[in-house]
C-alpha cells in the first residue's frame, strides 16, 4: 500500500491494535529506508545498488540464522520469527527498489504490474500475516487493492517522477492515445491527455473495486483501515477527475474535509459495484 510509495501504510495508525504497531513500525522502516537509499540523495547508481545488496545480505543472514549486523535488521529478525512473516515479499520489494536505480520507463502495462507485484504488494501481504489473515483469497484481493493504490500514486505523481526523469505511464498506453513526453515535461493539458487519464484511471478503479471485498471480510480493526484506504484511493482518483486530469499544477491529495466523506463511505461500503454512496 503505497509516504511516496508508502504513503497508505498504516504506521501507528489509530485503527492499527496497539500490539502490532511496533512490528509495523520495524516493517516500515525497513521499507522506508530501502526506499530512500534508491531514490533519495546524491549517490551514483552503483553506489544505491551496492546498499541494497546490503540489505540482501540482511535478509540472507535472517534466513541462515545469524544475528545481522545492524541494529535494524536484528529489530527485523525478531519480528518476522515472532510473527513467523515470510521472507520473501521482503525480497520483493529490495528488487523493485533496484529496478528503480535503473528503470525509467515501462513498455506496457504488464510490466508495470510485475513491478507493482514487488513494490507495493509485499505490504499487504506482510500485513495480513500479520494479522493471522493471509489465506489465497485473501492475497488476491490484497495484491488487487496494493497494485491499484501504487497506480493511483504513478497517475497523481506524474510531475513529481518526471523531475526525477521516471515516467510510469505505460508507453504503449502513451502512443495509443497520441500522448508524447512533451506532454509531461511541457505540462501540457489536452484532449489526448485527458483520454490517457481517463483510461488509466478507469483501469485503477477497476482494480482497486475488484480487491474492495478483502475489507468488508476483515474483522475488527484492519478491516475499518483498509475501508478508509480503499475509499481513500477512490477519493484520490475522484480529485484527479475534478482537476480535468492536471495532475501538474494541482497535485491531488486529500485534505480534512475528505475526511468526513471518506468515513461515510466506509460506513457505506458494500460489495461491488455499489462500493460507496454518492
Excluded at 541494497?52 to 535494524?72: H, S, V
Excluded at 529496478?99 to 504490474?113: E, G, K, M
Excluded at 497517475?155 to 510510469?168: G, S
Aim: proline share 5%; glycine share 6%; hydrophobic share 45%.
Amino acid at each position: 500500500m503505497a509516504v511516496d510509495h508508502y504513503e497508505n501504510f498504516p504506521v501507528a495508525s489509530i485503527l492499527l491494535p496497539a500490539r502490532l504497531r511496533p512490528a509495523v513500525e520495524i516493517i516500515y522502516a525497513f521499507a522506508r529506508s530501502a526506499d530512500d537509499v534508491a531514490d533519495e540523495g546524491d549517490a551514483s547508481a552503483e553506489e544505491r545498488l551496492a546498499a541494497l545488496t546490503a540489505y540482501e545480505n540482511g535478509l540472507d543472514q535472517i534466513a541462515a540464522g545469524q544475528t545481522p549486523d545492524t541494529p535494524l535488521f536484528r529489530e527485523l529478525a525478531k519480528v518476522i520469527a515472532d510473527y513467523h512473516l515470510p521472507l520473501q515479499p521482503f525480497r520483493d520489494l529490495l528488487s523493485a527498489f533496484k529496478q528503480d536505480v535503473s528503470t525509467t520507463r515501462y513498455a506496457d502495462f504488464s510490466l508495470l504490474l510485475d513491478y507493482c507485484r514487488r513494490s507495493a504488494n509485499p505490504v499487504g501481504t506482510l500485513m495480513l500475516h500479520l494479522y493471522g489473515a493471509a489465506n489465497a483469497e485473501n492475497l488476491r484481493d490484497s495484491d488487487a487493492i496494493c497494485s491499484a493504490l501504487q497506480l493511483i500514486n504513478f497517475w497523481q505523481d506524474v510531475a513529481i517522477d518526471m523531475r526525477k526523469a521516471r515516467i510510469y505511464l505505460p508507453q504503449e498506453d502513451m502512443q495509443t492515445f497520441r500522448v508524447g513526453e512533451e506532454h509531461i515535461a511541457g505540462q501540457r493539458i489536452d484532449q489526448a491527455w485527458r483520454n490517457l487519464m481517463q483510461f488509466e484511471i478507469s483501469r485503477a478503479r477497476s482494480m482497486l473495486i475488484s480487491g474492495a471485498p478483502l475489507a468488508l471480510r476483515l474483522p475488527g480493526r484492519i478491516g475499518w483501515e483498509l475501508r478508509l484506504v480503499v475509499q481513500g484511493g477512490l477519493r484520490i482518483l475522484e480529485r484527479i477527475e475534478a482537476v480535468d486530469y492536471d495532475v501538474f499544477r494541482h497535485r491531488p491529495k486529500l485534505g480534512k474535509s475528505d475526511w468526513l466523506r471518506l468515513i461515510w463511505r466506509a460506513i457505506c461500503m458494500k460489495a461491488p459495484p455499489g462500493l460507496h454512496e454518492q
